[in-house]
């Protein structure tokens, strides 16, 4: 019995360690990827520079031209910039911090975003505060990967409400959109790295939204209604009362 305990450790043991190889394998690859890229980006820019000079039919037509390559270069950027993000170690700066004050800042900050989606954004959160041991940074990437994931699937404008509750041990902030909602069918495979039905999307915010929460040790669910919309509630510990 415990030489199978030994074996199935040792199996564990190594396939972490493959794991973790890997992922500084890959993450070292977009690392080498990413830098040559910037200089090909750099060169398109001053190219397309160069030939805007010239106001002719053909080489507005090669501008045109190198203007769709530069988009393409740009959009392989980003998501090299998100792929970095969500395969990188997180090293947590963990600070007491008001969940309340958060979502307001937030607020604040997308705003002008929302307006231009045609998106009335709406928050809510009790007068007393609601701490937990965070990094305030890392949460707000989270709740903002889920807002503009809100967003998005507003096309025609909506409502989105960002709240904050306390449930026994734990604070609950929830992003709740008025969108068109996600299928069943689908709704599991939302999270998976690389899956999206936006075009052009890196299918990484909702992956990297819940290894954030899954970080500090708490959890990121989904309930969706077809026609009615989406809601996301992310979940925490609260603060001792004693820190």
């Not at 080498?32 to 820019?45: A, G, H, R, V």
């Not at 998100?82 to 990188?88: K, P, S, W």
């Not at 969940?99 to 231009?116: G, K, N, S, T, Y």
């Not at 069943?184 to 039905?197: C, E, G, H, Q």
């Amino acid at each position: 019995m415990d030489d199978k305990k030994t074996k199935s450790s040792s199996a564990g043991a190594d396939q972490l360690s493959l794991y973790t190889e890997l992922t500084q394998l890959v993450g070292g690859l977009a690392h080498e990827i990413k830098n040559p890229l910037s200089t090909i980006n750099l060169n398109l820019k001053l190219l397309g520079e160069d030939l805007a000079r010239y106001h002719d039919e053909e080489h507005q037509r090669l501008v045109r031209r190198l203007g769709r390559v530069q988009d393409e270069a740009e959009r392989l950027r980003l998501i090299l910039d998100d792929f970095l993000r969500y395969a990188g170690k997180y090293e947590l700066n963990l600070q007491r911090v008001d969940m309340c004050d958060l979502i307001c800042e937030l607020r604040d900050f997308f705003l002008p975003q929302a307006e231009a989606g045609k998106v009335v954004l709406r928050m809510s959160h009790p007068q007393d505060p609601i701490y937990c041991n965070v990094d305030a940074n890392l949460i707000k990437q989270a709740l903002l990967n889920l807002m503009i994931n809100a967003t998005q699937a507003m096309e025609a404008g909506g409502e989105l409400m960002v709240n904050v509750s306390r449930h026994g041990d734990c604070a609950v902030l929830e992003v709740i959109d008025t969108g068109p909602g996600i299928a069943p069918d689908v709704l599991d495979s939302i999270f998976r790295a690389y899956w999206s039905t936006k075009p052009g999307g890196s299918g990484l915010g909702l992956a990297t939204a819940r290894r954030i929460a899954r970080e500090h040790g708490g959890v990121l669910r989904v309930e969706s209604e077809l026609g009615k919309g989406t809601r996301f509630m992310l979940k925490l510990k609260l603060a001792d009362k004693s820190n």
